[in-house]
C-alpha cells in the first residue's frame, strides 16, 4: 500500500513478519516491537528506533532521533487542513491575536516590507509586512478586531497586475 | 511561619512556589483565569479561586481580585512569583495594606528600582557602574538630541519595564520616530506606564546578572552570577553558571557592586542586579534590578545548594538569613535552557495548540520545571514558556553533554518548540568557547530547519498510521486508505 | 574513551548506566531476557540482544551468553550494574581474556574481597578492624563449636553473599541446624557457593559504609559515607548522607580505615566498605566490601557533585581521578528510599503484577531512578524493587520534609508498595533523632495499615465507576449497576 | 443508585450540578471537576482533592492524599475475584514461585508454626508455617513443583476436627 506525505510517497509491502518501506530509491525493512501511547519501537534493518508520533488532522508530528518534524498526510479520506495555500500577496495572522494598528487603507501603494499593520499577540508586537510592491487590494480586519490563526488580513496586489 | 500562602501566578513557577510551601508544611491557594480552569497549578494546590477573564487584566494582574482571594481563603502572605504583578509596588503596598505578607522586598523598594531612570541615578549615586543615557525624555526632540549626544546604536526603553517588552534598538535616527512610538505602544499595553529611557548600546555584550539574597534584620549577601547571554528578540533563552566570562577577581568586583545596588534601596528577600559586561574591556555596567524572584533562579539552587523559594518564605517571615559571604560558594556548572513554544525557523513566533505528546527528559542532574502535561492547551494569552529544563554537572563540558542529551529526550508534539534550535546552539563552536553575546543568536548565528525529514520519520509516519496499537503488527486489507483511524481512540481510564 | 558499552544488567541501574554513556558519546547495548523483551532498559539502548530465559541463571547471570553479546554488538566494555554478576571475579576476568574492559575493579580484587571469610583475614593483616567470628568451617560441629566461643547470638552469612541473601540471625543453638541449612541452600542458589562463616551479632548496630573511588595509577580516595540502618530483612531501605551518628573525627577515622582497606587489595574504580558501627561505643568494624557500584549511589552523588557512573567508565578507560581528598566535600543532606513492590503488613513479601498506574514524584531536588512505567508487569523473576526516590536538601530537616512530600506524590496502583510504611518510618521520633538501628524496624517498630479506608477513598472509586472519563460527569440511568466500563477502554494512541 | 465496596455502602445521589455520598452518617456533596486518564479532580464539600482509582476485576487502587487503598467491589455483575476466601487451615501461596521443600506428609501431626513446606520466590525462601496445631489433611503440591498465587499447598486440620 501506499502512503503520501508532503508529496513523499511511501510504499509499504508487508513480508513475513516486518514491512519492507520503500522511498524512491531507499528501502528498508521494518519490525514492528511494539506500538503504545503514540510510541513506536521499530527495528529497521536491524536497528532499534524509538520514534513518537501524533496525529493532529491530516498532519503528523514524527519524533525520531530526538527530532521532531511535521508531515502532512495527502493521501486518504481526509482532507488537507487549513494549511499555508493561500494565493500570493494574500496575508493571513500567523497566530491569533487582536489587531493593533492598521497603518493603510484600500488602493494605497505600499513597498516592500512596508508595515500595513500590527497585530498584538501574547503580550508582542508583530508586524504584517508587505510581501512585495504593490498596492492593498483588500483590507479583511480593522483595528481592535480578533483574528483567528490563518485569517486573511490583507490582501496586497503586485505591481504586474496592476493594471 | 505562615499557614497559608496564595500564589497570585500560573503555570511552572505557581507549582514551583508551591512545591516549596508543601514541602515547608504550608496550605497553598492557587488562583486561575477562565483560561486555566483545568491548568496544572490549580491542580498542585489546597484551594483554587477563580479571579477573572482569561485576559491577564481582567486575571493576574487584577490587584483587587488577588487580594480579595487571599482574605477570603484566609492565606496570610502572598507569592507574587516572576511577571504579572510580582514587580509591582502599588500591588505589593496593597497586600501590606491588606494586614498580608507579601513574599518579597517592600514596596519602597520595588518602586526605587522598578523605574528604570530613577534607578540609574540612585545607582550612579552609589558608587554603581551605570551605562551611559539620558532618562526623564519627553517630547521627541529630546529623544532626538540625547539619541545624538550618546552616539547610535541606542536603545529605547520602558522606564516600568523589564524582560525585553518596550524595548527596541536603534541603529539610526531615521529609524528613532517609528521605534520610540512602538515601544511607547508596547509598553503601555503592558506595564500601563509609557515612559521611556534610552542608552548607550553596547556591542557583543554579555548579560551577568548577581543574585542576591537580604533578610529584614539588614544581611545582605550575594548568591554569585548568572551568565544569560543567549538571547532572542532580548529574551534570554539559555542561562548558566559560572559564567565563562568570569575571573575570579571579577566575580569578587560585581559581587561587591551588586551587593551595593541592592543595600542603596534596602533591599531584603531574593533580587538580582543585571550588569552589561563587556568582554573587551572587562568592563562592566548596572542594567537593572529585578526585584522579585527570577526565571532562571535553579541554576543559582544547583549551584549553592540553596532553595531559594524556601528563603524567599523564610525571610518574609523573619527568619535570618544564616550564611555568611564566605560560608557561599559555588559547585560544579548549571545551565538552563527554556523551551518555548515558538518557530526559530519564523521570526521566533509563538505557536499555539494542544500538547499531543509531551515527555520530559528524565535522570541524574536533570530538572524539568513545568506547568504542562499532554493534553493541555497552550493558548495566545500567556508567555509560550513550556518549561524550564536545567542540568548540573560536574564541568561546563559535562554540562552541556547532559543538556544536550537531555534535549534529546524532549518529545513535543502540537506546537513548535526552540527544542532543535537549542541543540544548534549547544552545538556551536562559539557557545563551546563562551563567546555568545546577547545579539549573537542576531547576528553570528545562521539556523535553519533541515529541508528534507530523515526517511525514518517517513517510516514512523506512514507505519504509524496502519498499525493497530497495543498490538503486534496487523496487516491491514490493502487498498485501503485509511482503515482505521488509531489516534481517534479516546484516551480513557487506564486498565 | 570507549565506543560502545554493553551493559549486563536490567532495570534502573541499566538505564542509569546507560544515560551516562549516552551523555559522554558512548553507544550502549542492552541485555534482555524473555521476560523483558519490552523492559524499559532495552528501549533506552541504541542495541540490544536477547540472551536467554527469564531465569536470571539463563539470562543475566550467563557468562557466556553475556560476552557472547558483547563481542557480537563490537562492544568494547562492559558496565556490570550492581548484582547479577557484578562481583563475579570469573566474569570480570572472562571479560578481561575476551578483550573487553571491565568497568569495575580487577578480578584479583574482587576475589579478595568476595570470599567474607578471606576478605576479614586480610583486613585483620592490614590493620582494620574486624567483627569477632569464625571463617573456613566445614562439619555442623565446627559452627556449634565457634558459635559458642562467640555466643550468641550470631550471625550465619554465606562466604560468597551480599545483599542479606544467605543471611541469618541465630539465637539459640536450638535453632542453629535449622537455619546454617536454610542459609547454606540459598548461598548455593543465589551464588553457587555454600560456603558460610559466622559472626558476633552486634545488637542495636547502625550501618555505615564509606565510598572509595580509585584509578588505575594508584591514586585512592573515598567519598565519604552512607549511613543505611533502616533495614528490614537485613536488607537496606531507606540510606542518607551525612550520617546523623558521625562526628568529623569519627568521619576521618573511618574514611582513613576505608582506604586502607581498599588499597590492601589494590583496588580501583569504585566500592564500597561496609562498616558495623555500634554507637555506644562509638567503635566500628570493617563488615565486607562490596566491588562494584552500588544501589545507594546516588546519595553520594548528590553529597559530593561527582557522577560516579562517569567515573567509573573514565576510569576504567584509564584516566586518572583528578580529585585529592582535601578537594572533596559534602554538601547538604541527601535521603534514597528505595520503593518495593513489597507488603510491609504481610513480612515485606514480594508483590506481582500490572502496574496500572505508575506516577513518578517531580520537582526540585527529587530525582528518581526507575527501570518501570505504566502498563508494565512486576514479575517474580527479578528484584522487586521499582524505584529509587532520592532527594537532595539544605539540611537533614529539609531533606525528610523534602522526601514526605515526594512520597505523597508517587502513585502505584497493581503492585502494594512500602510507600506508606516509609512515610510512618520518616514521621518517627526515633529516624528524627538519627537513632535507627539495623534492627530498629524489627524490634520497636510496629506498624499497621490503617483498617478502615478513609471516606474519600470510598467517594473516588464510587465515582469513578459511574464517570464517562474525559467528559464532565453525567449522571447515567439508575438501576445500572455497571452502566459502562469506563476501565476497559483500550488505552490507544494519544489524539 | 448504590454501590458497595468490602461491605461498605455508599449511596450516590445526582443533585443539581453535583452528587450527594453517604456512607453511614457520613455525607458529602461531591463536583466531579475532571476525570481523565485514571485521575478525578473532585470538589468535596468545596474541598479540593485529586485522586487516582485504577481498576482491575473487582479490585479497585485508590489514592487519596498520598495514600493507597485497595477496594474490592461486591455488587455489581463482577465476580469477586479469587481472593482471599479460603477455608482456616488451607494454606496459599502468597505469591508464585518453586517449591524447594516439603517437610511434611499427609497425615503428619504439626504444631503451630512449625515449618511446612519452603517456597522460593525472588531469589528469597518463604516458610509456610502450620497456622495451628492440627494434621495435615492434605498436601496439594510437591517438591520442585511451580504454583501461582494463591494456590492451595497443604490443608491443615485442626484439633477439633480430628475424630
Known amino acids: 500500500m501506499k502512503i503520501t506525505f508532503d508529496n513523499t510517497t511511501i510504499d509499504l509491502v508487508p513480508t513475513d513478519k516486518s514491512y519492507r518501506v520503500t522511498l524512491g530509491d531507499k528501502t528498508a525493512e521494518v519490525e514492528i516491537l511494539r506500538a503504545k501511547d503514540g510510541q513506536l519501537e521499530l527495528l529497521i534493518d536491524g536497528k532499534r528506533l524509538t520514534a513518537y508520533v501524533s496525529s493532529d488532522g491530516a498532519k503528523r508530528w514524527v519524533t525520531v532521533n530526538g527530532r521532531t518534524f511535521v508531515l502532512t498526510k495527502s493521501s486518504g479520506a481526509r482532507k488537507s487542513g487549513g494549511g499555508q495555500h493561500h494565493a500570493a500577496g494574500e496575508l493571513t495572522a500567523p497566530m491569533p491575536g487582536q489587531i493593533r494598528a492598521v497603518n493603510v487603507r484600500e488602493g494605497d501603494a505600499v513597498t516592500k516590507g512596508q508595515t500595513l499593520m500590527i497585530l498584538e499577540a501574547m503580550k508582542m508586537e508583530i508586524r504584517i509586512q508587505a510581501p512585495m510592491d504593490g498596492v492593498v487590494k483588500s483590507l479583511a480586519v480593522k483595528q481592535g478586531q480578533t483574528v483567528e490563526r490563518e485569517q486573511i488580513l490583507v490582501v496586497v496586489a503586485g505591481q504586474t497586475s496592476k493594471v | 511561619m505562615f499557614n497559608k500562602i496564595l500564589v497570585a501566578n500560573r503555570g511552572e513557577i505557581a507549582i514551583r512556589v508551591m512545591r516549596a510551601c508543601k514541602e515547608l508544611g504550608i496550605k497553598t491557594v492557587a488562583v486561575y483565569s477562565d483560561a486555566d480552569k483545568n491548568a496544572l497549578h490549580v491542580q498542585y494546590a489546597d484551594e483554587a479561586v477563580h479571579i477573572g477573564a482569561a ?6 494582574l487584577n490587584a483587587d481580585a488577588l487580594i480579595r482571594a487571599a482574605l477570603d481563603s484566609k492565606a496570610d502572605a502572598v507569592h507574587p512569583g516572576y511577571g504579572f504583578l510580582s514587580e509591582n509596588a502599588s500591588f505589593a503596598a496593597a497586600v501590606e495594606s491588606a494586614k498580608l505578607t507579601f513574599i518579597g522586598p517592600s514596596a519602597d523598594s520595588i518602586r526605587a528600582m522598578g523605574d528604570k531612570a530613577e534607578s540609574k541615578i540612585r545607582m550612579k549615586k ?9 532618562e526623564g525624555l519627553e517630547s521627541f526632540s529630546d529623544f532626538e538630541k540625547a539619541a545624538d549626544e550618546i552616539g547610535y546604536p541606542i536603545l529605547v526603553k520602558a522606564s516600568a519595564g523589564g524582560g525585553g517588552k518596550g524595548m527596541r534598538i536603534v541603529w539610526d535616527s531615521d529609524d528613532l520616530p517609528e521605534e520610540v512610538d512602538a515601544a511607547r505602544r508596547e509598553a503601555l499595553h503592558a506595564f500601563g506606564d509609557d515612559r521611556l529611557l534610552i542608552e548607550k548600546y553596547v556591542a557583543d555584550a554579555h548579560h551577568i546578572e548577581f543574585q542576591v539574597f537580604g533578610d529584614k534584620h539588614g544581611h545582605l549577601v550575594h548568591l554569585f552570577e548568572r551568565e544569560c547571554s543567549v538571547q532572542r528578540r532580548h529574551q534570554k533563552i539559555i542561562e548558566e553558571t559560572p559564567s565563562p566570562s568570569l575571573t575570579p577577581e571579577l566575580r569578587k568586583q560585581m559581587g561587591e557592586a551588586a551587593i551595593k545596588a541592592a543595600r542603596a534601596v534596602n533591599y531584603y528577600n531574593a533580587g538580582t542586579i543585571e550588569f552589561i559586561f563587556d568582554p573587551l574591556l572587562s568592563t ?8 522579585r524572584l527570577q526565571v532562571e533562579h535553579p541554576i543559582t539552587e544547583h549551584a549553592t545548594g540553596l532553595d531559594l523559594v524556601h528563603w524567599q518564605i523564610r525571610i518574609a517571615a523573619g527568619e535570618h538569613f544564616p550564611y555568611q559571604q564566605d560560608q557561599l560558594s559555588q559547585r560544579g556548572h548549571a545551565i538552563e535552557c527554556r523551551i518555548y513554544a515558538e518557530d526559530p525557523a519564523n521570526n521566533f513566533l509563538p505557536s499555539t495548540g494542544k500538547l499531543l505528546q509531551y515527555i520530559e527528559p528524565r535522570g541524574p542532574g536533570i530538572r524539568v520545571d513545568s506547568g504542562f502535561r499532554a493534553g493541555d492547551e497552550v493558548t495566545h494569552f500567556y508567555d509560550p514558556m513550556l518549561a524550564k529544563l536545567i542540568v548540573h554537572g560536574e564541568s561546563r563540558e559535562l554540562a552541556i553533554q547532559k543538556m544536550q542529551t537531555a534535549l534529546r529526550d524532549f518529545v513535543v508534539h502540537g506546537v ?12 556551536h563552536p562559539d557557545f563551546a568557547d563562551g563567546k555568545v553575546s546577547t545579539r549573537w543568536i542576531e547576528n553570528n548565528f545562521n539556523w535553519t530547519p533541515p529541508v528534507e525529514p530523515p526517511f525514518e520519520s517517513f517510516i514512523a509516519a506512514s507505519l504509524a498510521d496502519i498499525v493497530v496499537p497495543g498490538t503486534k503488527s496487523q496487516v491491514p486489507g490493502l487498498n485501503e486508505s485509511d482503515p482505521y483511524s488509531p489516534w481517534k481512540t479516546p484516551s480513557g481510564f487506564r486498565n
Open chain 2, 416 to 427: 513548535v518548540t526552540n527544542i532543535d534550535f537549542m541543540q544548534a546552539v549547544l552545538a
Open chain 2, 126 to 134: 552609589a558608587g554603581v557602574p551605570t551605562v551611559p543615557g539620558a
Open chain 2, 55 to 60: 485576559s491577564p487584566k481582567e486575571s493576574y
Open chain 2, 284 to 291: 562592566f555596567y548596572f542594567l537593572e534590578m529585578n526585584t
